[in-house]
């Protein structure tokens, strides 16, 4: 079945330095792929999404780049910021074998320090 | 701006007590879903539904039930509160027409149950 793993957190970074956090999937079509942000006492929201192969989604500075050879839309932003503590999904989609559903990783939670 | 709302932020129940959670969206998609989100589990999916009147049983439907009536709303029912489900409840929507799944979340419901 398809499936999400994502890096364990919490990542504890200092403003200014470089993000990484690391997605890879298994899934038996060819899903979309997406990365939704929790802030603090709130719901999810869509971040960024890539719907195939090779596709770069990007937003707010944060990128994360669809590979189907190593299965991994691994986040990324060049400088963060305090304002980008929150806890990051990845997560994907596929509809002719999933239906409507998203599946969604653990989460990795970012606390980033002034 | 679209907009998923939810009835409650956060509710104390008793065990063995009958609980409602109510959510309702107002950007006319046909899909709705309940997740609970806990620590390191990530978002499990507890019920969806695709249409009115219309219900799939998600990943850990155990103890829970839902009524979509209209459109617009989907209510998760606990029958009786068990301690076990105390958890964030989520709620979330999303468009069928769409080439891709985004799911729009409300701001969830932090339940607890004594």
């Known amino acids: 079945g398809n499936s999400v793993t994502q890096m364990e957190g919490p990542v504890t970074l200092s403003e200014e330095a470089f993000l990484t956090i690391n997605c890879t999937y298994t899934?038996?079509?060819?899903?979309?792929l997406f990365w939704y942000v929790q802030y603090p006492g709130e719901g999810l929201q869509l971040l960024l999404k890539?719907?195939?192969?090779?596709d770069k989604g990007s937003n707010k500075g944060f990128e994360a780049t669809y590979r189907k050879e190593t299965t991994s839309f691994h986040l990324e932003k060049g400088s963060v910021q305090v304002s980008d503590s929150a806890v990051y999904f990845c997560?994907?989609?596929?509809?002719?074998?999933?239906?409507?559903?998203?599946?969604f990783g653990a989460g990795t939670r970012l606390f980033v320090k002034a | 701006d679209v907009k998923v709302t939810q009835s409650s932020r956060y509710l104390v129940k008793r065990t063995g007590e009958k609980v409602f959670l109510e959510c309702v969206q107002d950007?006319?998609?046909?899909?709705m879903f309940w997740y609970r989100q806990d620590p390191g589990l990530g978002l499990r999916l507890i019920y969806f539904?695709?249409?009115?009147?219309?219900?799939e049983k998600g990943d850990i439907p155990e103890g829970y039930s839902v009524s979509r009536e209209k459109k617009e709303r989907f209510s998760l029912i606990l029958e009786s509160a068990s301690t076990n489900q105390t958890s964030m409840y989520l709620c979330?929507?999303?468009?069928?027409?769409?080439?891709?799944?985004?799911?729009?979340f409300g701001p969830g419901t932090r339940l607890t149950v004594l």
């Open positions: 899934a038996t079509g060819y899903p979309s």
């Open positions: 539904s695709y249409d009115v009147k219309m219900k």
């Open positions: 997560a994907l989609s596929d509809t002719p074998t999933g239906g409507f559903k998203t599946i």
């Open positions: 979330a929507s999303s468009a069928t027409y769409r080439s891709y799944n985004e799911q729009f």
């Open positions: 950007m006319d998609h046909e899909n």
């Open positions: 890539a719907t195939k192969a090779d």
